[in-house]
């Protein structure tokens, strides 16, 4: 018997066989179908043995025949009878002799992770193991070598790629502890020498943590949140328990108390939230006293370069040097090396900088994308903006808003004071706004102002100009709030209502329940409106995130009436019904629409059943946003995922989205390495290039008549396209190279996005008067990260001189003046494009993208590098 046809009867199976019938009475079916089976927990090699165990009987093989059965074995509606001869089936015996055990391991076997050398070994156990995908298996190794070296580290994999799974199996290889109880390596007092476990975690997923303990492995887990925690303590000091959870904020009031214990490990979930080095939650987590610190988060990076620091300086303390010295050398350089007018001295400066934290942060970070991992079982996510144009009456109310005092003295604050005073109107007459309705209700108990003022306005404002782009009834009173607050609320939406007022209902909330779910005032709604009745026609399931509760309420009051069956989540939703809720959803057919919080539903949810998203509101954090969408497109997909983000067109709206762009394109400057566009013309925390991003002027600027995103984008494009027609005229060497020879790459890009642009919701948003769209991965993940080697002990001056931008070295690449050189045909220019593609180890889309946002040194290095291999070849 071969070793493959072995294997196939010890396939893993969750249930024993089906009793042999009792008489001969009883039917048989003639073909059981096995049952759903899990993979087995004990190693294929313990399985083996148990083949070798001594047996009653003596003979090599064992004989049973058909004819010993009953007759009704084969059940009845058979075509074909059995004949009374009796039909002679052999089952082989195994014998020991005819069995190698020199075969290589298999995912049945345990997952050695300590050298050769080393007794015991320190393995994941075959129960754990056989169950892991590849890249969670180098995670398990990656998470080890940490820890053997008494070093933290950051597991950065994408969100859904299973970071609890990992962690759960590196901690049964260091406790030796699987599912099946058993010590594989250490005893219990081994065990118990060693320390317990500490995990932090967002109160959402602590259930999500119990259960995956509980699915993976025998581990004694406590739950420190709520009532009983004495007793829990007390559990503790006893050894009792091993692995204790608790939340954010449960740790943050009782960190005198936990952080006095001698933690072996430490874990955070969502260890983003490090990023604040004044928050409360990091200075507690500073006083844990451990060295083994590890931190789990798909998004490492949020807003600023700095929460790099903050987080690699709590779990490998010093890894990053200081924090001046982080400023300094990386956070500034690679800052202003993105700005869209950035000299190139500024831009090549940037790129090593970049090289050199990369290099750094790869010994403490590991970070893996879908694509990379489990894009072969996806079908992909297509992430699209949609930009509404506002209602005619929306449009009016943002601007008289924006008429209002309140809103002027912030626009006109550096402008010269009117009392002829050399100050400005800030720091002169307008410090106070006696006359603006949302300053005087901050101020009722303090008509001098305060210190701040009047940038005690901003957030206040924000909120208002926003409430506007989403739906006119948020800006009316809310019941739920205090009265004065609803008088304020009043009074402001009276004034800008103007005469509008009895149109959109009066200045107070509507209880009408068919004015609060009409589209007609609300551009966004309007597109809402006639996508999802394209969408449910064609059977798809559909989530809808808004971060404001107030949004949620009108958005069920418009599913209810377009006839829709929903489920809904927010904060308000129980923890112990929150489960049930996803489960539902997925489960039921019938279930159309999950209507959810984007905080309180950002984190912890599976609801691969839905294959549409809807981002109604966007985040100034564009973290947020991305877990949204990842609830839906996680392992367990099996349908292509479409995300809409509905943004209000003209309004402040299109700034957040723009900072979204520029914070996701740092992230991928420093985390991963990327090369991305340079947009922008501002920079973050630098007052000196605000450019059109950063301070508050540009916060509370009339967009309503600009087309603010699109412009930028198709500037950019502009400035692409004459920078690569200038390069091909730079030098002769250019007609033999297709990639100067541009009338290749407008091709190529053009026709790769229209083949997946999504032409039945553009012809209905079409319909709609919508302004603009376009896909985020056009514009962010422009080109692969950074993965070569760097020298991190030296410095990078910044004296190294460079060509200008837009011409090539002509000393690295002398051409022969006597060469003729041969133009290439359509077919070969398309040919050759190909095989550099190819080279790159990228699809043609990818590499159009990465070719047009490279820079003259990267794309003069992947042609001598592809040359090289060329001639080799």
Same mark, same amino acid.
């Given at each position: ?5 072995l ?6 199976c ?11 009475d ?17 190693s ?43 039909v ?7 014998r020991?002799?005819?069995? /190698?055990?020199?075969?290589? %391991? ?7 992770l300590?050298?050769?050398?080393e007794s ?18 180098? &995670?398990?190794? +990656?998470?080890y070598?940490l ?21 759960i ?25 060693? &320390? ?38 007390? %559990? ?30 430490v ?8 990023? $604040?080095?004044?928050?409360q ?6 006083? #844990? ?8 988060? &798909? ?9 790099l ?33 950035? !000299? ?36 992909g996510?297509?992430? $699209? ?48 706004v006696?006359?603006?309705? #949302?300053?005087?209700y ?6 001098d102002?305060?210190d ?7 957030? !206040?404002?924000?909120i ?9 009834e ?36 509507t ?30 399931k ?7 509760v ?28 929150r489960q049930?809720l996803v489960?539902? +959803? ?14 309180a ?22 973290? @947020? ?12 997909? %099996? ?20 900072r @979204? ?6 992230? $991928?400057?420093?985390?991963?390495? %990327?090369?991305?566009?340079?947009y ?19 916060? +509370? ?13 198709? +500037? ?6 004459e920078?690569?027609s ?19 790459l ?29 896909? $985020?991965?056009e ?8 993965? &070569? ?36 045909s359509?077919?070969?220019k ?22 047009? /946002?490279?820079? !003259? ?5 992947m ?11």
């Open positions: 018997m071969s070793l493959n046809s294997k196939e009867t010890l396939k893993p969750s249930q024993p066989p089906p009793p042999p019938p009792s008489n001969g009883d039917p048989v079916p003639a073909k059981i179908l096995p049952p759903l089976r899990k993979p087995p927990k004990s294929l090699s313990q399985q083996l043995r148990r083949l070798d165990l001594p047996s009653s009987s003596s003979s090599a093989q064992e004989t049973l025949t058909l004819a010993q059965l009953p007759s009704k074995t084969l059940g009845k509606g058979n075509e074909e009878e059995v004949s009374d001869e009796e002679e089936v052999h089952v082989p015996r195994v020991r002799e005819t069995v /190698s055990f020199s075969f290589p %391991k298999g995912p049945y076997e345990p997952l050695v300590s050298p050769p050398s015991p070994a320190v393995q994941v156990p075959a129960s754990i193991n056989c169950r892991l995908l590849d890249h969670q298996r180098d &995670g398990v190794r +990656f998470l070598t820890y053997k070296n008494n070093h933290g580290g950051v597991l950065g994999d994408d969100m859904g790629l299973g970071k609890t799974i990992q962690t199996a590196f901690l049964a290889a260091v406790f030796g502890t699987d599912s099946e109880n058993e010590r594989s390596h250490m005893d219990k007092d081994d065990s118990k020498n060693k &320390g317990p476990v500490l995990i932090l975690c967002p109160t959402s997923v602590i259930r999500n943590w119990e259960n995956e303990f509980s699915e993976w492995s025998d581990f004694s887990v406590a739950v420190y949140h709520g009532p009983n925690r004495d007793l829990i303590l007390e %559990k503790l000091g006893a050894h009792g328990v091993q692995v204790l959870v608790t939340s954010f904020d449960t740790f943050r009031i009782q960190d005198k108390i936990l952080g006095e214990i001698p933690w072996h490990i874990i955070v979930d969502e260890a983003h939230r490090l990023k $604040n080095e004044k928050s939650l990091y200075k507690a987590c500073l006083g #844990i006293q451990t060295a083994k610190r590890f931190g789990l988060t &798909g998004t490492i990076m949020q807003n600023k370069i700095l929460e620091f903050n987080l690699f300086d709590w779990v490998a303390p010093g890894s990053l040097g200081t924090r001046e010295h982080f400023r300094d050398f990386y956070d500034d350089p690679l800052k202003h090396g993105q700005r869209s007018t950035a !000299p190139e001295r500024y831009v090549h400066i940037a790129d090593e900088r970049k090289k050199h934290l990369v290099s750094v942060l790869r010994k403490y970070l590991l970070r893996r994308t879908k694509e990379e991992t489990i894009g072969h079982l996806l079908l996510k297509e992430d $699209n903006v949609v930009f509404c144009a506002m209602s005619e009456v929306q449009k009016r109310v943002y601007k008289r808003l924006l008429e209002q005092p309140d809103v002027q003295c912030l626009i006109n604050k550096d402008l010269p004071c009117s009392c002829g005073s050399p100050l400005t109107q800030v720091q002169c007459c307008k410090r106070i006696p006359n603006g309705i #949302i300053w005087s901050l101020h009722r108990e303090n008509p102002g305060c701040s003022c009047p940038f005690c306005l901003v957030l !206040p404002c924000l208002k100009l926003q409430q506007i782009s989403n739906h006119l948020l800006i009316k009173p809310n019941p739920k709030d205090e009265i004065e607050k609803q008088k304020k609320d009043a009074e402001l939406a009276s004034a800008v209502f103007g005469t509008d007022i009895d149109l959109v209902g009066g200045s107070c909330q209880e009408s329940f068919m004015g609060l779910s009409d589209v007609e005032h609300c551009g966004k709604m309007r597109a809402l409106e006639k996508l999802m009745f394209s969408w449910t026609t064609q059977g798809d559909i989530l809808l995130f808004s971060y404001s107030r949004m949620l309420d009108i958005l069920e009051k418009f599913l209810i009436r377009k006839g829709y069956c929903f489920s809904r989540l927010d904060g308000s939703t129980p923890m112990s019904l049930t489960d539902d +959803f997925n489960k039921s057919p019938s279930k159309q629409v999950f209507l959810i919080s984007t905080r539903g950002g984190l912890g949810l599976n609801l691969v059943s839905a294959n549409r998203v809807v981002v109604f509101d966007p985040n100034w954090n564009p973290a @947020q946003d991305l877990q949204a969408q990842d609830r839906s497109f996680r392992y367990g997909q %099996k349908r292509h995922v479409i995300v809409i983000r509905l943004l209000a067109a003209g309004s402040l709206e299109e700034l957040v989205y723009s @979204q762009l520029y914070k996701q394109q740092l992230s $991928n400057i420093a985390v991963s390495g %990327k090369m991305e566009k340079r922008f013309e501002g920079v973050q925390d630098c007052k000196e290039f605000q450019g059109e991003l950063f301070g508050i002027c540009n916060l +509370f600027r009339d967009l309503s008549d600009k087309l603010f995103t699109s412009e930028i984008i198709e +500037f950019h494009e502009k400035n692409v396209q920078y690569v200038y390069s091909k005229e730079d030098s002769t060497e250019c007609e033999k190279d297709p990639l100067s020879q541009t009338t290749v407008p091709q190529m890009v053009s026709r790769d996005f229209s083949a997946q642009a999504i032409v039945k919701e553009q012809a209905v948003l079409h319909d709609l008067g919508i302004v603009y769209t376009h896909r $985020n991965e514009i962010v993940n422009m080109r692969p990260g950074f993965q &070569g080697n760097v020298d991190t002990t030296s410095t990078h001056g910044d004296s190294t001189a460079k060509r200008p931008l837009g011409t090539r070295d002509k000393s690295q690449n002398p051409i022969d003046v006597n060469k003729k050189s041969v133009p290439y359509k077919e070969q398309q040919k050759e494009y190909r095989n550099i593609a190819q080279h790159m180890g990228m699809g043609l889309l990818e590499f159009s993208n990465w070719l047009l /946002s490279a820079s !003259p040194s990267d794309r003069d290095e042609l001598q590098n592809y040359k090289k291999k060329k001639r080799k070849g």
